[in-house]
């Protein structure tokens, strides 16, 4: 009855189920931190038109839009233990023409323009970055496992990570154009978390997270050429 | 081993339960697609193209109903590229289209291009059908094992061999 295989198996078995518990207790710390996330400035400071090819080889010719932006967000309350790296993203969302928007109110066409991956210190080691700026990430938060700095974004006439283009290949003087900021938490162990739409309990909604409409300009001619190429995205 | 064999009937109260686990096991994994929608609820993975979010072998709970609204950018999906059986899991980051028709575009946070290569010939886009699920809950390094036994197959051998002895070396 006692022997040794029954023994392990017993403290595997144990093991495992205090692990699970563990786990469990941690995802649920989630719900009892605040989140107040708020954006001071969302707003475009120069949008363009060009038109170029989706990659080098292509001889398909497809307009893009360049939208420069500045970003003025606080997201330090994301920043808990249990947060191992938040995903912040903005997105370009417009109607289609003559289409109505879907049943959820969703948009028609939504594009992700900018994106970065903010990892909390015990994370750092994780993220795909160089060796130089890894040191400079270790040591801008020696010592901490949370840093909620890292979540204070400030960004002033930010280039566009991608150039976006829509399926048909036109999206100059497009209308209606919006841009929004959202985020995704990964937890170390958990759910993932993104912005939602109304307030859950301790989870406050983005405020202010949306820009205002604005239309996309008509094609810039003489750029053309030189983007040409290097706008796949 | 021989015990067993002079005792029928705790021979075959064994196999029993042995068969028992083995269903339980099984039924919990069905019931779970059931209420996910999902062929494949749990999935483990297998590359670095999500980092830091995901690494290999950490487990994902996948979420394949829409119930309060469509799956969209931003969302973490697992896929399986037309005509391969790799489930690959990538972030939404263009949506064009509403309903089953949309247009979508994927991309591994920690990729710098999107995966327009990686689809098959000829496909620009997924379809709300090529998704398997969406990615809701996490657990770190439990799948490991999976990658392990696939990319050592002499672990198997050794596994099953321990196994075996277990078995021959036990008598009650």
Do not use: C
Not at chain 2, 97 to 117: Q, R
């Amino acid at each position: 009855m006692y022997s040794s295989v029954v023994r392990i198996q017993n403290a595997f078995g144990f093991f495992t189920t205090v692990a699970f518990a563990v786990a469990a207790f941690i995802a649920a710390t989630d719900l009892l931190a605040l989140r107040t996330p708020s954006v001071g400035v969302l707003k475009t400071t120069n949008v363009q038109v060009v038109r170029g090819r989706p990659h080098y080889y292509s001889s398909k010719k497809e307009e893009y839009a360049i939208i420069k932006f500045s970003l003025d967000a606080d997201l330090s309350s994301l920043f808990t233990w249990n947060t191992k790296s938040l995903f912040v993203y903005v997105t370009a969302e417009w109607p289609s023409a003559g289409a109505s928007s879907s049943a959820d109110g969703a948009p028609n066409n939504q594009a992700v323009i900018w994106d970065s991956i903010i990892t909390a210190p015990s994370a750092d080691h994780l993220a795909n970055i160089g060796p130089v700026a890894m040191k400079k990430l270790k040591r801008s938060a020696q010592g901490k496992s949370i840093d909620p700095s890292r979540g204070k974004l400030t960004l002033k006439n930010q280039r566009p990570k991608y150039q976006i283009t829509h399926p048909t290949g036109h999206v100059a003087e497009q209308d209606d154009v919006v841009l929004r900021l959202h985020y995704n938490v990964q937890p170390w162990v958990g759910i993932l978390t993104w912005n939602q739409e109304a307030d859950f309990w301790k989870w406050k909604t983005l405020h202010n997270g949306l820009s205002k409409k604005f239309s996309l300009p008509s094609l810039k001619k003489k750029t053309a050429e030189k983007k040409a190429g290097g706008a796949s995205g | 081993m021989l015990s067993s064999l002079q005792n029928p009937r705790q021979a075959a109260a064994q196999l029993m339960n042995f068969g028992l686990i083995l269903s339980t096991a099984f039924m919990m994994w069905k019931g779970l697609s059931v209420i996910s929608d999902s062929p494949s609820p749990i999935v483990v993975v297998l590359s670095g193209s999500m980092e830091p979010a995901f690494q290999r072998g950490d487990l994902l709970l996948l979420w394949n109903r829409n119930l309060f609204s469509e799956t969209s950018v931003g969302e973490i999906v697992v896929y399986n590229v037309r005509g391969k059986d790799i489930p690959i899991v990538h972030r939404i980051v263009r949506k064009f289209g509403t309903g089953p028709d949309a247009k979508l575009l994927t991309k591994g946070d920690n990729n710098a291009a999107d995966d327009t290569e990686l689809y098959a010939r000829g496909q620009d886009y997924l379809d709300r059908k090529d998704i398997v699920g969406s990615v809701v809950g996490y657990m770190p390094f439990v799948g490991y094992v999976t990658i392990m036994l696939s990319e050592y197959p002499w672990l198997k051998t050794v596994m099953l061999g321990i196994m075996g002895l277990v078995v021959v070396l036990q008598r009650e």
